[in-house]
């Protein structure tokens, strides 16, 4: 089992900012490509933003280009979310996203697979 430990949610006016955090517990893992994704009630999961790992290209929600930038920490095997400008349209449950790299970690083989963190609630208030 992968677990993905975010962090970094909480209750910010518009226009404000928060950096959320996910970063893997347990063995030491790699993974081809990570990613956040948000639900708020009624709706459906959605991509906000992802970054392969391997030549950092990343891709977008049309509605947060140019407000959030996604970057990570290869050494550390941590991704970020910094989210700027925030709009109260942005409040939703964040999760963290990971496909992890088929291979052998602490003695045990992982096939590929998609991972998922427990979220966190970002809430921005109008």
């Known amino acids: 089992q992968v677990q993905l430990v975010e962090s970094g949610g909480g209750l910010v006016q518009a226009g404000g900012s928060l950096r959320l955090s996910c970063t893997p517990s347990?063995?030491?893992?790699?993974?081809?490509?990570m990613g956040w994704y948000r639900q708020a009630p009624g709706k459906q999961r959605e991509l906000v933003a992802a970054?392969?790992?391997?030549?950092?290209?990343?891709n977008y929600a049309d509605s947060v280009k140019g407000r959030f930038t996604i970057s990570r920490d290869n050494a550390k095997n941590t991704v970020y979310l910094q989210m700027n400008s925030l709009k109260p349209e942005d409040s939703a449950v964040y999760y963290c996203?990971?496909?992890?790299?088929?291979?052998?970690?602490?003695?045990?083989?992982?096939?590929?697979?998609?991972?998922w963190g427990q979220g966190t609630q970002v809430t921005v208030s109008s």
């Open positions: 347990g063995a030491i893992f790699r993974f081809n490509a």
């Open positions: 970054i392969t790992t391997g030549d950092g290209s990343t």
């Open positions: 996203n990971a496909e992890l790299k088929a291979g052998l970690y602490s003695g045990r083989f992982y096939s590929q697979r998609t991972s």
